[in-house]
């Protein structure tokens, strides 16, 4: 018997897009706020999840054909390599740096190296929790 699911899948698209939204605001937020990497990271993997919930999963690969375990490597390797930066400079391991730059309509914008290495976290973030839910999967 095929199940309609024609309203969570609606209700979903919807629901994806604010849940993505959440996930930008708390990835840049966390430079002075609570947020950051991490926390932007597991919002933005409870969307990808809640895909893998309304659609199938062979749907949602279609959609978003990207293996989550690349981007898992890439997110580490982002970190690692922000660390790294700072020693070849000379300053210790994970040692920030950062300028402030005049941009037009936004005004003066501040820049650091703090903002890699925060995304290379969410990146990490999500390529772990989405492989570890589609390795749960897969034993179902």
Known sequence: ?????????????????????????????????????FIGGLVLASAIVLLFLAFDI???RIGIPINFRVVAAIGAFIVVATGIGATVFGTPFLNQAFKTFNIPFFGEVELSTVTLFEAGV??????????IILSISKDG
């Open 1 to 37: 018997m095929k199940i309609n699911d024609v309203i969570l899948q609606t209700i979903t698209r919807v629901v994806v897009f604010i849940i993505l939204t959440l996930a930008i605001y708390l990835f840049f937020s966390g430079h002075y706020d609570p947020g950051g990497g």
């Open 58 to 60: 062979e749907t949602v």
């Open 122 to 131: 969410a990146l990490a973030v999500v390529g772990v929790v989405v492989t």
